[in-house]
């Protein structure tokens, strides 16, 4: 019973309040995605195609990063300081590992659309290498800081950081553009400047090869996935933008699913490292999955209260999609038991579940929460 109660304890007092939070982060990306949906589909389609990628891969490797700093920290292997030599080889390796999905998510949008492919590029090189540098010190702020003050980081600092991650995808992606549009060559000044900084970076820093090669198998396969989503948002654009409310709310499902998603994989992967696991049925585990079932239903409904007030304000008809209040915990359900049994059987297989486990759900609650709000707007 004590078990239970701590459960929902937790998913109460801690992890509820770092959702909320989240949430008030990705609206700030749906409000500039929302703003700019139209644009993106006429004059940068490719974008659509690498928008879920660039932000779930992006979070994925971090959310991987914080679940790596929590491990370390739990172990004694990282000391909790800003300044541990671990905190700057993550910025390098969560650099490098951010621009191969990019890349290659860039390439599938070439193959798919084509239209102003190269200046897309350049447009996504720069972005990536600026928001990666603000992020790998993130990652370490969210990990580090909960853990000085007692709070276990494993509730709050994969949710966290893959929010401030779409935080600061959209409306960076966005401003890149403009800055594009208005300056060419300054941009490409700063573009090589960016490059410049992160190959000093990766001089100075040891960038941990098995933990690359590891997770660079890891995130082309998901690039892949992502890529489909990427594919299916650009195919169903247009009956999104229709219904508006959902470009606005876009982010924040894909956000909000990857977070309990990776609450789940998070915590199940620092108990297989403690060996408090031992079986695939793990009553405690199943109590962690059904108190943060009982917080998907007030955040569905402050999500879609969130993104009414936001497109009426932008000047957009809103209605009220009866389906989205009924499906969203049944699917949030399916995500955090996804999150689970990846933890589990990875490190079955002898993979490490910190490398694996928040990259791979986070990539396939992109692939659910896109097919989602595209059920949703064709409904």
């Not at 191969?100 to 200046?119: D, M, R, T």
């Not at 569905?300 to 989205?324: D, P, Q, R, V, W």
């Amino acid at each position: 019973m004590k078990v239970e109660f701590d459960s929902f304890k937790s998913a109460w007092k801690v992890t509820f309040p770092a959702l909320l939070l989240c949430l008030i982060f990705d609206f700030v990306g749906g409000t500039f995605l929302g703003g700019y949906f139209e644009k993106l589909m006429v004059s940068y389609p490719i974008i659509l195609v690498v928008l879920p990628g660039i932000m779930g891969l992006r979070g994925n490797i971090y959310g991987a990063l914080a679940s790596r700093f929590t491990t370390s920290l739990f172990l004694g292997e990282m000391k909790p300081s800003l300044r541990d030599r671990k905190v700057f080889e993550g910025l390098v390796l969560g650099i490098t590992l951010s621009l191969l999905p990019v890349i290659l998510l860039w390439f599938v949008g070439f193959v798919k659309v084509g239209k102003n492919a190269f200046e897309v590029l350049a447009i996504l090189l720069s972005s990536t290498i600026f928001v990666s540098i603000l992020l790998s010190y993130a990652t370490a702020v969210v990990s580090v800081i909960p853990f000085r003050k007692g709070v276990d980081p494993d509730a709050v600092a994969s949710p966290l950081i893959t929010s401030i991650a779409d935080l600061l995808t959209i409306p960076m992606l966005i401003a890149f553009i403009i800055f594009f549009e208005v300056d060419r060559y300054l941009f490409y000044v700063v573009l090589i400047a960016l490059i410049f900084t992160f190959l000093l970076f990766l001089l100075k820093f040891k960038l941990d090869r098995r933990v690359f090669f590891e997770m660079s198998i890891i995130l082309v396969t998901l690039a892949v996935i992502e890529g489909v989503s990427g594919g299916i948002l650009e195919s169903y654009s247009e009956y999104i933008y229709r219904t508006f409310i959902l470009s606005v709310i876009y982010p924040a499902i894909l956000d909000s699913l990857g977070n309990y998603g990776c609450v789940i994989g998070s915590k199940t992967s620092t108990r297989l490292h403690l060996g408090e696991i031992d079986k695939l049925l793990d009553m405690r585990s199943a109590n962690d999955i059904a108190s943060l079932i009982s917080t998907s239903v007030p955040l569905s409904l402050i999500m879609y209260s969130l993104g009414y007030i936001i497109s009426t304000s932008l000047g957009k008809s809103a209605s009220i999609n009866y389906e989205f209040f009924l499906l969203y915990p049944i699917v949030a359900f399916g995500v955090m038991l996804l999150g689970y049994l990846l933890a589990f059987v990875s490190y079955r297989f002898g993979l490490d579940p910190d490398n694996v486990t928040v990259p791979t759900i986070t990539t396939l609650a992109d692939l659910i929460g896109t097919s989602f709000t595209v059920f949703v707007a064709l409904w």
